[in-house]
């Protein structure tokens, strides 16, 4: 589904209905029921509003906001805006140049994604070999390696899995949504 479609489909979108993610609450592994839903913008080619659904566990009450993979969650911005962003700066173009083509603070993404680059990597290239994929021959520099690394894991994901969109949204479905957030527990970290 488009970001425009998303909009334009308003509370009309089905939500599959998520189980609540906490391991310390024994009662937790009951559907978590909907808990209304809320507005946010979100800019893609242009601002649009999205209607956000919410999810409740009755036990622990623990809430989340149910996003579709094209949001990255704490960014106005889509996620295929802030990837074209990325991508830009990565082979060479300035943050300037990159930010005016986006039309958007491109040099907080850059940081973000330089920062997490090397966990980004190895988690993708995991996600590559665990979908049954060969990791790819690495170029130099680790923003660089992410880039190859996340193109690896959603062209495998589209072959085992037959995933849909382009490799930014694959990839912000494959992290939960935590591409450029401030999480530092990916879901491929294990405690």
């Known amino acids: 589904m488009t970001p425009h479609d998303f909009a334009a489909a308003g509370r009309d979108v089905e939500v599959p209905r998520p189980y609540c993610p906490r391991p310390d609450c024994p009662r937790c592994l009951l559907a978590m ?9 979100l800019r893609v080619a242009e ?19 149910l996003v579709p993979d094209f949001v990255v969650p704490a960014r106005l911005y889509g996620v295929e805006v802030i990837g074209a962003g990325i991508e830009a700066m990565a082979v060479g173009g300035t ?34 070999v665990a979908l049954g994929d060969l990791a ?25 899995l037959g995933a849909a969109g382009t ?9 939960g949504g935590h591409l450029l957030s401030t999480n530092t527990d990916p879901p491929w970290i294990s405690n």
């Open 33 to 41: 029921s909907f808990w209304g839903c809320y507005t946010r913008p």
């Open 47 to 65: 601002e649009i509003s999205l209607l956000v659904r919410r999810a409740r566990c009755r036990h622990c009450g623990v809430s989340h906001a």
């Open 95 to 128: 943050t300037a140049s990159a930010a005016r083509r986006a039309d958007a603070p491109a040099r907080d993404w850059r940081r973000r994604f330089a920062s997490r680059s090397r966990l980004l990597a190895a988690g993708f290239l995991a996600a590559t």
């Open 136 to 160: 790819p021959r690495l170029p130099a520099g680790a923003v660089e390696v992410a880039l190859c690394a996340i193109s690896a894991a959603a062209r495998a994901a589209r072959r085992r």
């Open 167 to 175: 490799r930014w949204r694959i990839a912000n479905r494959i992290v």
